[in-house]
T-cell receptor, first 110, second 115 residues
Framework: KNEVEQSPQNLTAQEGEFITINCSYSVGISALHWLQQHPGGGIVSLFMLSSGKKKHGRLIATINIQEKHSSLHITASHPRDSAVYICAVRPQGGSEKLVFGKGTKLTVNP | NAGVMQNPRHLVRRRGQEARLRCSPMKGHSHVYWYRQLPEEGLKFMVYLQKENIIDESGMPKERFSAEFPKEGPSILRIQQVVRGDSAAYFC?????????????FGPGTRLTVL
């Protein structure tokens, strides 16, 4: 079993819909990251969380440390949001490396 | 402030050749991380370096792969005697310092194809 599991693997939505992507992890962590990878392949960091909730524009990320779960929400989705969204955790214990989920491929149709 | 730079963006090598991938971190960043993304798979950690030191190479294959981050110049990921299974996207990230709350900034990646 992977240390970081994302669901769903693939998600298709209509423009304007509210999107939720989930991430569960099985290890103690010091931080969780949400990343976006566009079809061209570049990776952009969206959020870094260690507790609570963060908002940036139409994107909201939440984390529940006790339940080892995080969600990424996109409000009023748009075709330009189409990308792969990746959850990554930094395990506790001083490690600097990130452990990644396999990603959720989001397609938003006009 | 330029972001993390990687070059080349695309690299084609024949089996048995050497591949050199370069990563210039963001200005002021002294911590570099290399990750590999195999086709249809998630990203995997390879190695973490600070200037002139390898801190964690637990994700690096024991043979043919090496990494360095010299005092001057970019970080280099070197793959000797490449095989088809090395075909992947290699991403570099940098951060200003270590610690859980320090964000890593990713480069655009180098896509290596081994013929």
């Amino acid at each position: 079993k992977n240390e970081v599991e994302q669901s769903p693997q693939n998600l298709t939505a209509q423009e304007g819909e509210f999107i939720t992507i989930n991430c569960s992890y099985s290890v103690g962590i010091s931080a969780l990251h949400w990343l976006q990878q566009h079809p061209g392949g570049g990776i952009v960091s969206l959020f870094m969380l260690s507790s609570g909730k963060k908002k940036h524009g139409r994107l909201i990320a939440t984390i529940n440390i006790q339940e080892k779960h995080s969600s990424l929400h996109i409000t009023a989705s748009h075709p330009r949001d189409s990308a792969v969204y990746i959850c990554a955790v930094r395990p506790q214990g001083g490690s600097e490396k990130l452990v990644f989920g396999k990603g959720t491929k989001l397609t938003v149709n006009p | 402030n330029a972001g993390v730079m990687q070059n080349p963006r695309h690299l084609v090598r024949r089996r048995g050749q050497e591949a050199r991938l370069r990563c210039s971190p963001m200005k002021g960043h002294s911590h570099v991380y290399w990750y590999r993304q195999l086709p249809e798979e998630g990203l995997k950690f390879m190695v973490y370096l600070q200037k002139e030191n390898i801190i964690d190479e637990s994700g690096m294959p024991k043979e043919r792969f090496s990494a360095e981050f010299p005092k001057e110049g970019p970080s280099i990921l070197r793959i000797q005697q490449v095989v088809r299974g090395d075909s992947a996207a290699y991403f570099c990230a940098s951060s200003p310092q270590k610690g859980a709350l320090n964000e890593q900034f990713f480069g655009p990646g180098t896509r290596l194809t081994v013929l």
